[in-house]
């Protein structure tokens, strides 16, 4: 592998990732606007309280919390009580990070010609 096909990749990848852990994180603030109202929660509760199981309150071990990999290493299933996880989860993160890692590679790949 030369160093072109390296640096492409990596910045894919992280591109990739960093694209849909932003966009897991705006829908997780969105699914708990909801808790506003009815538990006394504050908006800095909503984005600042851990990622839990939303039936029966277990937290999620940060494994599962990576993007795409966590879903599918979970099989779409809460480890704890087994209820399924909402597939729009999956299809967000999924599309937000090939949309990340495409505008990546678009504005960097000349300057990372250029630069190797």
């Not at 029966?56 to 290493?73: A, D, K």
């Amino acid at each position: 592998m030369d160093k072109l096909t390296i640096a492409i990749t990596l910045i894919g990848v992280a591109s990739f990732f960093l694209g849909g852990s932003l966009a897991s994180f705006t829908v997780l603030c969105i699914d708990r606007m909801k808790f506003l109202s009815t538990d006394g929660w504050s908006l800095r509760t909503v984005a600042l309280k851990p990622s839990f199981c939303e039936s029966c309150g277990h937290s999620i071990s940060p494994f599962f919390l990576v993007p795409v990999l966590g879903y599918l290493v979970s099989r779409a299933k809460c480890s704890h009580c087994g209820v399924r996880i909402p597939a729009k989860h999956f299809v967000i993160e999924l599309l937000s990070g090939t949309a990340a890692s495409s505008l990546a590679l678009y504005l960097v790949y000349d300057q990372i010609k250029t630069f190797l």
